[in-house]
């Protein structure tokens, strides 16, 4: 008979125990392949919503005169690693007559075709439009004037009126990412030829393609202008979405990453059992004469076979698993499913990646069944964790949480980049865990005397078997500090990051009514400016209308790096919408009034401004130096932001128009006022929102966000128990022959079922207690990570109901995980149970 | 006329273990110089705590010694590594415990030939190796049952006869009939007597019971880790 045959005959004999190996891979690689799908499903989410918010990724050549200027002067960009397509803009105020309604409608020319060809603009019906009397529209707004493919329209631009035929009907969210509010596209050099402008563009916008570096390519295009003109990202536009989402990309990372660690542990876990309980068999083959390699070998040969077919089972069921988690993330975010694609490289992966996880968790276990002093492994007693392992354990805890700290540190001083927090969190997550079997026992002790006393025997035996193998339970302990651990701490972060952007956009949309200029956002003319005022005055007599504050936006540079300035009115009547980092609101004030300037926390961290630096500010190609009086949180183009009072702005700058208008209604008088403000809107080129539909297009983002993060984490959770359900049946089994003993010296069954809930139970509240402090740690590193990307810390709140929901969770996967192992092994033949190995 | 040398001796050897927590150091081996000669059938009995098991267990190379040497067949077996121990204990020694230690899963066959696959002999081989063996035991009638169908005395026999299938130099039994009843530990003695008797086997066993002690034709007596006395030579003052 070969070692082979004897592998065989153990698993025949003990299937259970061969099947709850294998089943540790099963859930393990199902759980690494559902969690990467769902991660990937997610990510993909985030790009479309993104794009659905924000449009293409972008990047906007302009004079640094904020003119229009010759598009010839742009060098060739189309071969710049990371660009789809370079696309000159020119917008142009036009009315627009159908029948006997006349509309004041933003024109943008642009070259039609090349955009639908390159799929940049989408088309629902008709085709481009190529002639000088050929028009596309937007499709809501051809729907709403009853409008179809092959009607005609009166068009008035600049030079001429003109009876132009609608080819084609545009999709709404096709424009969004260059039209700028603009609902009537025409072909770029027929509007520059109608508004006397041959030549000339109002910006290039250069579309990029998906994954690219927007950084690399922005430097990149940067390089190649020539000094008139300027490459920046275009303001506004940025960070809308990305401010919610970095901290959620982060989040993926860590569960992609925890999931993997979670897989090790319960893998390594169903292995260390699985060769503990044949102890005393390999011991002997030891002693009739078998080296340590050939008891290596036997054990890592069946790690090999169990992985493989644990492997297969599970990566079958992750992908099964991946299609309604995904279809789910989507609806969550509400785009649409991209289908799961499975890769025809990920079902060998899977089944290798299972084969080396097993066979690597198998190792330790090997190498202690070679090493075991072979009469103490003969001996029916357990063996004793030797000393060293603790010591040794204790050290790896203390190296890993320095590795940790170090990493945080190393980011803070801006060693390493933000993402460098997913390796910190993993590692400090690793030394928690290695701190486990060091602190599980005195916890459980602790716990132990809070069973209530009508179970006090069975709750002392729990407490002592528990305290029995100390690393093994610690294995199985550690599959639920990981679960707990993502459950609190990452939902916490993500819940703050979440909280600290709505709280700012709460504080910053404090009007009932926006008004934005079309092709806004970008660059403020200064030629726009008695205009401005005179809108603002016609709003602001409006009857219904306490208060309008106007905003202006320009993009400038402060040491080389793009920021976004922001003149405002700042009504006195009114709450600052800003959040001041280390002075007071009325310092804040105070500083405005005088002509000084506060900076974003991004551009404070990205300039290395602090408060009261001057600092050199270039809008429209004039540097003006300016006193940043303090610093403020704001999330206007992602942070990037320097405010000032609109009078300053026209000083120093020349900043003279209001690109948006914040209308406050007085009571009650908000709906009344939408169609006064449309009017208005319509004959100044500009769009009206409510700030109900702003709202609402924020809630969707996040609550898209959170609810795709939270599925994941659900996931993380339900690995966590399956794990944990599998390790207490296979710790079950291993105790048949002592839980036989207490039977047959008087337990009743009852009491047996008892004390091995009981003792499931102790370890997942002591496992809840580690993965509760464990993830508050988790939560304050991710939030120190974000600091370098939003330039303050956020402010973290311990959510109770996270909290006690997790560490209930906890509680309820251990006991019902022991229910049914118990009640099997209570119903086994006394003489049976007693006489199991 | 020189004679011919012990096939399994001992030179002041000695095992010492670590006390836990704080306690002293205990000497379970003191100093103990033994000779076995080949085909003698030789019983170390003491009362519990004498160190006849720990003594047995380094004859048979299970726990190396803190000091002293065993030599077998001329080999001193301390200063073979680990591989080589185990070789000497898969070709050269045969080992019988109290609580037979067969595994569970083989049948009684299988068992027996156990060292012969670990030394990869040939399953055939094996096999006919093992059933001659439980025939010399008296088992091949039960060859291909589990030991958990085999009663106490059944179980041992077929570890005897797992002891003898590599032809070893030595036999070394602990406590063999310390889980047995009378009747069963008498044919187990008397079947080790007999391989003594009709092999030229030579055996070792360690026994607390003085009828098992009185069926070997040399007694060796431990006390405190020392010999006391010794059949076959003066005792100890």
Not at chain 2, 37 to 64: N, P, W, Y
């Amino acid at each position: 008979m070969r070692l082979g045959g004897l592998l065989l005959r153990q698993w025949s004999r003990r299937p259970g125990r061969a099947l709850a190996a294998a089943a540790s891979v099963a859930v393990a690689v199902g759980a690494v392949v559902a969690t990467w799908t769902a991660a990937d499903a997610s990510r993909q989410g985030y790009q479309r919503l993104t794009e659905a918010i924000a449009g293409v990724p972008t990047i906007d050549v302009t004079a640094r005169d904020g003119q229009r200027f010759d598009a010839s002067a742009v060098p060739r960009l189309a071969d710049v690693p990371g660009v789809r397509a370079v696309v000159p803009l020119f917008y142009r105020p036009s009315l627009v007559r159908v029948g006997e309604s006349r509309l004041r409608e933003v024109a943008v020319g642009v070259d039609v075709e090349a955009l639908v060809a390159e799929g940049l603009l989408a088309l629902e019906s008709g085709e481009p439009c190529r002639e000088e009397d050929e028009l596309v529209l937007d499709a809501t707004l051809a729907k709403g004037l009853g409008v179809s493919v092959g009607d005609e329209v009166l068009f008035f631009a600049r030079r001429r009126i003109a009876r132009m035929r609608v080819t084609g009907l545009a999709a709404t969210d096709s424009l969004r990412w260059f039209a700028e509010g603009a609902t009537v596209v025409v072909d770029i050099q027929v509007l520059e030829s109608m508004s006397l402008a041959t030549a000339e563009v109002d910006r290039v916008r250069i579309a990029l393609a998906p994954g690219a570096s927007r950084d690399d390519a922005l430097a990149a295009v940067a390089r190649r202008l020539p000094e008139t003109l300027a490459a920046d990202v275009p303001a506004g536009r940025a960070s809308l979405a990305e401010d919610v989402l970095h901290s959620a990309n982060l989040g993926l990372d860590f569960v992609t990453a925890l999931t993997l660690a979670m897989a090790w542990f319960i893998v390594g876990n169903a292995m260390l059992m699985n060769v503990a309980e044949r102890r005393r068999g390999l011991t002997l083959i030891r002693v009739l004469g078998g080296t340590g390699r050939q008891v290596r070998r036997l054990v890592t040969v069946e790690a090999a076979l169990l992985g493989g077919l644990g492997a297969a089972v599970g990566a079958a069921v992750g992908l099964a698993a991946a299609a309604p988690i995904s279809a789910g993330i989507s609806r969550a975010l509400q785009t649409t499913a991209p289908g799961v694609a499975v890769h025809p490289l990920l079902v060998p992966v899977a089944v290798a990646l299972g084969v080396v996880i097993a066979v690597a968790a198998a190792w330790w276990p090997a190498r202690q069944a070679t090493s075991i002093d072979l009469l103490e492994g003969l001996s029916a007693l357990p063996a004793e964790p030797p000393r060293e392992s603790m010591r040794g354990l204790l050290v790896a805890a203390a190296g890993l949480t320095a590795v940790a700290l170090a990493c945080e540190l190393a980011m803070a001083y801006g060693f390493l980049p933000p993402r460098a927090s997913v390796v910190s969190g993993v590692v400090l997550l690793l030394a928690f865990v290695a701190f486990t079997p060091l602190l599980l026992i005195p916890l459980v002790r602790l716990l132990g005397r809070l069973v209530p006393s009508r179970w006090r025997i069975e709750g002392a035996l729990a407490v002592s078997q528990i305290a029995r193998q100390p690393i093994r339970t610690a294995l199985t302990a550690g599959v639920l500090v990981v679960a707990v651990s993502n459950g609190i701490g990452l939902g916490h972060a993500i819940r703050d990051s979440v909280d600290d952007v709505l709280g700012w956009y709460a504080k910053m949309l404090k009007a009932d009514w926006v008004l934005t200029q079309a092709g806004a956002l970008s660059v403020s003319r200064q030629d726009r400016g008695a205009a401005s005022r005179a809108m603002q005055e016609e709003v602001g007599r409006l009857d219904g209308v306490a208060d309008v504050e106007g905003i202006g936006v320009a993009t400038g540079r402060i040491g080389g790096k793009a920021c976004v300035v922001v003149a405002r009115d700042l009504p006195a009547g009114l709450p600052l919408p800003l959040a001041p980092v280390d002075v007071t609101e009325a310092d804040v004030r105070a500083a405005l009034e005088r002509g000084e300037a506060v900076a974003g926390t991004v551009l404070a961290q990205r300039t290395g401004l602090k408060a009261g630096d001057e600092a050199l500010v270039e809008v429209f190609g004039r540097s003006t130096p300016v006193r940043v009086a303090a610093l403020v949180v704001d999330y206007t183009s992602g942070g990037a932001s320097l405010v000032v009072r609109r009078d300053a702005a026209r000083r120093l700058f020349g900043m003279e128009a209001a690109d948006v208008l914040l209308v406050t209604a007085a009571e009650g008088r908000s709906a009344a006022l939408r169609e006064p403000l449309e009017a208005i809107a319509r004959s100044h080129s500009m769009v009206l929102r409510s700030y109900g539909d702003l709202r609402g297009f924020i809630d969707r983002i996040v609550s898209g966000v959170v609810g795709s993060l939270w599925s994941i984490l659900g996931l993380g959770f339900v690995v966590g128990s399956l794990g944990v359900a599998n390790t207490v049946t296979m710790s079950v089994l291993e105790q048949q022959r002592s839980l036989g003993l207490l039977r047959a010296v008087g337990m009743r069954r009852g009491q047996v079922v008892a004390l091995v809930v009981l003792q499931s139970m102790l370890l997942g509240a002591a496992a809840g207690i580690i993965g509760l402090v464990s993830g508050v740690t988790t939560a304050l590193f991710i939030q120190f990570a974000s600091q370098p990307l939003l330039g303050h810390p956020l402010a973290m709140h311990i959510r109770p109901g996270v909290v006690i929901a997790n560490l209930l969770a906890a509680l309820v996967v251990t006991a019902v995980a022991a229910w049914l192992p118990a009640r099997r092994a209570v119903n086994l033949d006394l003489l049976e149970a007693m006489s199991a190995e | 006329m020189q004679m011919p040398s012990p096939i399994l001796g001992t030179e002041r050897l000695e095992k010492t273990f670590a006390g836990g927590d704080g306690e002293a150091t205990v000497a379970a081996v003191r100093g103990v110089t033994l000779g076995v000669d080949r085909g003698q059938f030789v019983a170390i009995t003491g009362a519990s705590g004498s160190g006849k098991s720990t003594l047995l267990h380094m004859l048979g190379g299970i726990t190396r010694p803190t000091a002293g040497r065993v030599l077998l067949e001329g080999v001193d077996l301390a200063t073979l590594d680990d591989d080589a121990l185990a070789a000497i204990r898969r070709r050269r020694i045969g080992f019988v415990f109290q609580r037979y230690n067969l595994l569970p899963e083989l049948s009684l066959v299988e068992n027996v030939s156990l060292p012969l696959a670990l030394d990869r002999v040939a399953p055939a081989r094996c096999e006919a190796a093992a059933l001659a063996a439980l025939e010399a035991v008296g088992m091949a009638h039960r060859a291909t049952h589990r030991p958990d169908g085999l009663s106490g005395g059944e179980q041992q026999r077929g570890a005897i006869a797992r002891a003898l299938v590599t032809d070893p130099a030595v036999v070394l039994a602990d406590e063999p009939t310390g889980a047995l009843d009378s009747a069963n530990s008498a044919r187990v003695v008397e079947l080790l007597a007999r391989l003594v008797a009709d092999r030229g086997q030579t055996v070792v066993l360690v026994t607390h019971d003085p009828t098992v002690a009185a069926a070997a034709g040399r007694v060796v007596r431990m006390r405190d880790g020392e010999i006391e006395s010794d059949s076959a030579g003066n005792p100890r003052p």
